[in-house]
């Protein structure tokens, strides 16, 4: 019964039989195998190449548009995928498609691949997972993807898709498909998720007592090191503004002056105000209070003083008395 139906479908009476759909089989070749040489349209995409009695037969079927094939490797535990057709030029008995999708399902050049029409849901979501951790480094994952998902049709859950982006080729996984294993996304508002690439690792964090100690500075002593050099004033070249450089030898004229300062300081008056204290270290303050010794005179005139003691005054002199 199978082998009259195929022989009247060829004869173009398949509308005869509605319900067994298009079923042929050809024998495969990859893209690379075209007649006028490699499409990279082709195979960039996820369409094949029919020959054009598939055509003939189609238009005498209720086959829905646009059109949607199940491929299927009958010599390999029946591995499957899904894509659409790009055009009908291939030559008689023979179909051409694209590497990727011929590694999908495990077909070598020249084996024999069942097509089948089919009808698919409309996708909603899905997830990929790519296949390197390369594929990190492009900035905009989701434009790329989207750009290379235009000339595919199907996707299937299982298949890996392969995206060219700066000369290089990304693989990635189709992990989930919404609402079926095996949809549609031709003229589609689909949801993209992600899944950490394969082999990508999260980066440990480490305990928050040890993050503190890595972060603080390190605190070196200066004098310590055998080679830090301590600070001298004074030590810079000075400019003049009309250009001359100062003479040689006013940096030695200078720290003389400070130290014949420092000499001449007596110990008895540090603390007071005006006079720095040398010894000061840091660390420590220091508030010193002035206290001042009186003067012999003012001693004397504490001595003599004496409250109430001065003459009175009147505002009207008194009349002298006759």
Known sequence: MFAFEDVMNQMGMGHMFPGRGFTREYRCYSTAMLPNGTRPDVEKGGKIILPPSALHVLSQMNVQFPMLFKLRNLAH????THGGVLEFIADEGFMYMPSWMMRNLFVDEGEIVQVQSVSLPVATYSKFQPQSVDFLDITDPRAVLESTLRGVACLTVGDIIAIEYNSKIFELLVQETKPAEAVSIIETDMQVDFDAPVGYKEPERLPRKQEIEEDEPMMVDADALPSASKFNPFEGSGQRLGG??????????????VETMKKKVDVTTLGQRGVPNYDW???KLHFRRNLRKPTVSESEFASSFSAFSGAGLSLKKAASKS
């Open 244 to 257: 001359h450089k100062k003479k040689t030898g006013q940096k030695d004229i200078v720290n003389s002056l």
């Open 281 to 283: 270290k840091p660390g």
């Open 77 to 80: 535990s029946g591995r499957t």
